[in-house]
C-alpha cells in the first residue's frame, strides 16, 4: 500500500515509552456520529464546613480521633489503611507459581484546606505551595526508609472520591509496585543507551517539532503527562498547577475531576544508587471517556489484549511548554500519556 | 516478627505466573464493616425479538445490511470496527520516543442465538456446542493469517455492553497484543525451565494440596480463569459453560455480568513455531466490586503504582475440578485470576 498515514485517519499502534508498550488507536471510530458536548451535571452545593465530614478541622473520625482546628493541611493516618507497617513475612520456601511476598507500609491522608467547598483550582497560589512543600516534606519523610512513597488525588465521584473535601492520599511500601518498576526499568534502559534521561529528550524532542503549542483544542478530556524539565521550585509549580487545572474546570465548566499522581526516583535503599534516569513527573488521568458523556468501559479487549483508544492525542489537545518566573522549565504532554 | 502470615487477617504481595506481575492484597480491609448483601436489580423484560435490534433476525443494520432469519449463531463483520484490514504503514523512519506502528486487522460480532431473551446458561447445551464450534471454526479461518485472534464477551450493562441479545465479538489482528505477548513470555518461560506447561502444572499443584473443592463459598463475584487440563471436546466444554454460568445467575439471583474471553497459542506465523508451552483457557471477569454492590473505581493507586484487592481468592471461592463424560479434564481456578 502505498497510502500515507494519517494518524487521525487510520488506526494504528502507538508506543508508550515509559511503559514498553502499545496502544491501538483506531481514530476512524470517531467518524461515528457523536455529540461533541459536555453535559454540564447540577452544581452540588458543597458547605465550608460539614459536622459529619471526617475531613473537616475539629471533627471526630471514625477512630474516634478528633482532627485539630488546623488552617493550612492537615496530614493523618488512614482509618482504613490498605498497607500497615507491621505484616507478618510468608517466608520465601514457596513454589514458583505460588508466591507470595511481605507487603508492609503506612497509608495517609493529607487535607489541601480547611475548607470543603474549593479544589487546588480555586486556591490561592500561596496555599498550592504549602501543599507541594508538604509533599516534598512527607515524601522525605517515609522515603528515608520505604522504597515508592506514592502521593495521588481522585478529584470527583467520576473518579470513586465521595468526599468533598479537597484531600489526597500517601502510601508508602516496603517494596517498589509495578507500575514505577516499569518506569524505572524504561527510563534505565534509555538513560543508558543515550546518555540523558528519556524525559529530558522528549521534551527536546517535541519542542525542536514545533507543532505543540496550543493547550486544548476540542473539549475531550485527555490524560497528560507534567513534569518539571530543569529544576523545580514549589513556586513555578504552584503557577502552573492552578493555570492547568483552573483552565480544564473553565472548558469543560465543572469541578474536573480526575486521578493525579507523582513518579519520582525510588526512595529507601534506592536512595544510595545513580537514579540520572530519572525524572520526576506527574500523570494526570481524567476519567476515561467514550464520548465527551459515555464513560469508556475497561473490559472484554482492553483487558484480554491490549488497550485501545477512539482519538490520536493530536487530535484532542496540543501541548505547552511553559517557563515560569523563576526559570523553571516544566513540560506538558500528552501524547506519552494517550486517552 | 515471628508472626505467622494468615492471608486473610495480614496484607501481602501475591505473584501472578501469567503476568509475572504482582497484586497487592489487604485482605484485612474486609473487617471494616459491609452489608454483605447483593442488591437484586429489577429484572428488566426482554422481548425475545426486538424489531429495533440490529442483532435480532430479519433486521436492518446501521449500514443498510439485513441479517438473515438465522436460527442458530450468526456471524457479521462489525459496523464500526476498531481494526479494518488496509490501514497504512507508519513506516520505519521514527524517534524511539514517538514510534508508531501498523495495526490492521477484521472485527467480527457472533451472535449466539436468534432470541434475544436466552443467555449462554439458559441455552441448551447442543445450542452451546454450536457457539463453540462456531469460535473454533472462527480462529481456524481469521488465525490463518493473522497472528492474534480475540474472542470475548460483554455481558451485561455493569460491564459496558448495552444490547441484551446474546453475542460476542471477535477480533483479529496483525500484531500480537500486549496481554497476549506477556503470557506467551511468561508461559515460554516456564516451560522452557520446567518442561512441561505451566498451567498444567498449576492444576497438578492444585490438586497436590487438596484444599479446593467447594465452588463458591460466599456471595462475592471472583474473576476466575478456565482451562481445558487434557483434551478440548466442545461438549464437555459446553457442559462446564452451562453449570458454571448457571451457578453464578442462581448464587446472585440475577443474570450475572461478565466480561471473558480466550487465549490460545498465537496463530498466522506462529503456525510454523512450537507452542508447547500454551494452555488454552478462558478468563472470566465479573465486575470489580470494593463490595458486593458498589462498583470498585480502577483509579489513583491503581493506576500509579499497583494492582490492588481488599480479598484473597481464597476467601471468597473455592475451585472446582471437573472431569467431564468424555475423559476431558477442566480445571478452573480463581487463584491466579485474582479478584
Ligand atoms: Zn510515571
Ligand atoms: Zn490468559
Request: glycine fraction near 4%; charged fraction near 20%; proline fraction near 9%.
Amino acid at each position: 500500500l502505498s497510502v500515507l498515514l494519517l494518524p487521525p485517519e487510520h488506526q494504528h499502534l502507538r508506543y508508550n515509552p515509559l511503559k514498553d508498550s502499545w496502544v491501538l488507536v483506531s481514530a476512524h471510530r470517531m467518524k461515528r456520529p457523536w455529540a461533541g458536548q459536555v453535559e454540564k451535571p447540577p452544581e452540588e452545593l458543597i458547605p465550608r464546613y460539614d459536622p459529619r465530614n471526617p475531613l473537616c478541622p475539629g471533627n471526630t473520625r471514625a477512630n474516634g480521633e478528633v482532627n485539630p482546628s488546623y488552617d493550612s493541611t492537615f496530614v493523618f493516618e488512614n482509618d482504613f489503611p490498605a498497607l500497615q507497617p507491621d505484616a507478618p513475612d510468608p517466608g520465601s520456601d514457596q513454589h514458583p507459581l505460588f508466591q507470595s511476598k511481605a507487603a508492609r507500609g503506612v497509608c495517609k491522608v493529607m487535607c489541601f484546606h480547611p475548607w470543603s467547598d474549593v479544589t487546588l483550582p480555586l486556591m490561592k497560589k500561596e496555599e498550592i505551595i504549602k501543599v507541594i512543600d508538604k509533599w516534598a516534606e512527607i515524601v522525605e519523610e517515609l522515603g528515608a526508609t520505604y522504597p515508592w512513597v506514592q502521593i495521588f488525588e481522585n478529584k470527583g465521584a467520576m473518579m470513586g472520591c465521595s468526599n468533598p473535601h479537597p484531600h489526597c492520599q500517601v502510601w508508602a511500601s516496603s517494596f517498589l509496585p509495578n507500575e514505577p518498576a516499569v518506569s524505572d526499568r524504561c527510563q534505565r534502559a534509555y538513560y543508558q543507551k543515550n546518555g540523558e534521561p528519556l524525559l529530558v529528550q522528549y521534551a527536546k524532542q517535541e519542542a525542536e517539532k514545533k507543532v505543540h503549542y496550543v493547550l486544548i483544542k476540542i473539549k475531550f478530556p485527555i490524560a497528560f503527562l507534567l513534569f518539571l524539565y530543569l529544576y523545580c521550585c514549589s513556586s513555578g509549580l504552584a503557577a502552573i498547577m492552578k493555570q492547568l487545572l483552573t483552565k480544564y474546570d473553565n472548558l469543560f465548566e465543572v469541578s474536573f475531576p480526575y486521578s493525579m499522581g507523582w513518579h519520582g526516583a525510588p526512595t529507601g535503599p534506592h536512595l544510595k544508587e545513580d537514579n540520572s534516569h530519572w525524572q520526576l513527573h506527574a500523570h494526570y488521568y481524567p476519567p476515561l471517556l467514550r464520548s465527551a458523556t459515555v464513560k469508556k468501559f475497561m473490559v472484554g479487549y482492553e483487558m484480554l489484549a491490549q488497550e485501545q483508544r477512539d482519538l490520536t492525542p493530536e487530535q484532542v489537545t496540543h501541548f505547552a511548554l511553559y517557563t515560569d518566573q523563576c526559570g523553571t522549565r516544566f513540560w506538558l504532554t500528552s501524547a506519552i500519556a494517550h486517552l
